[in-house]
Antibody, heavy 121, light 106 residues
Framework: EVQLVESGGGLVQSGGSLRLSCAASGFTFSSHWMSWVRQAPGKGLEWVANIKQSGSEQYYVDSVKGRFTISRDNAKNALYLQMSSLRADDTAFYYC??????????????WGRGSLVTVSS | IRMTQSPSSFSASPGDRVTITCRASQSVSSYLAWYQQKPGKAPKLLIYATSTLQSGVPSRFSGSGYGTDFTLTISCLQSEDFATYYCQQYYTYPRTFGQGTEVEIK
């Protein structure tokens, strides 16, 4: 089955760190750009970061630059998001998502179910 | 690039033709996608490249526009279409979404 499954979310104190993981299956993971998109409870979608197939390029929204790191392990079909210096406004569901277009990254056609990160102040 | 959708929400009846507008603060060429999200679920890709329907998406959905002004049209609203819709530009970084348009049952 083609799917993405996030893990690693939970409750963390402000200033703390957390690593999200996303396990991919059912497709050739190494052929796709991958992204993280988040959604604060009851709010809209916010693109967080994406990473090229080889891992050689990563892009971030300004609000997480220097605090979050996206990475991948193609041998394990896994995507990661290392989050540090967490703030209350990082509280959200974090979705792992697959880029549809292997050349023009940016829109995604497969989403995980999301992992909730709650940052307490 | 700021993406602004209008309206933010509205009520409609099954069978209605509905249109949602998305405006970009600067040109995004045709690099525009639309997603549908239902409560408690992950978003679903409907349209990319402004007007290309994602596989499996019903033909009652269509998209148009170029540059800064885009529309998503549902030609005949079905009960399963009541949801929140988001536009997203992928012309430049950071990728940005509109604030969402909630379509409610009248």
């Amino acid at each position: 089955e083609v799917q993405l499954v996030e893990s690693g979310g939970g409750l963390v104190q402000s200033g703390g760190s957390l690593r999200l993981s996303c396990a991919a299956s059912g497709f050739t993971f190494s052929s796709h750009w991958m992204s993280w998109v988040r959604q604060a409870p009851g709010k809209g979608l916010e693109w967080v970061a994406n990473i090229k197939q080889s891992g050689s390029e990563q892009y971030y929204v300004d609000s997480v630059k220097g605090r979050f790191t996206i990475s991948r392990d193609n041998a394990k079909n896994a995507l990661y998001l290392q989050m540090s210096s967490l703030r209350a406004d990082d509280t959200a569901f974090y979705y792992c998502a697959r880029g549809k277009d292997t050349v023009t990254p940016g829109y995604v056609d497969l989403w995980g179910r999301g992992s909730l990160v709650t940052v307490s102040s | 690039i700021r993406m602004t959708q209008s309206p933010s929400s509205f009520s409609a009846s099954p069978g209605d033709r509905v249109t949602i507008t998305c405006r970009a603060s600067q040109s995004v060429s045709s690099y525009l996608a639309w997603y549908q999200q239902k409560p408690g679920k992950a978003p679903k890709l409907l349209i990319y490249a402004t007007s290309t329907l994602q596989s499996g998406v019903p033909s009652r959905f269509s998209g148009s526009g170029y540059g800064t002004d885009f529309t998503l049209t549902i030609s005949c609203l079905q009960s399963e279409d009541f949801a929140t819709y988001y536009c997203q530009q992928y012309y430049t970084y950071p990728r940005t979404f509109g604030q969402g348009t909630e379509v409610e049952i009248k």
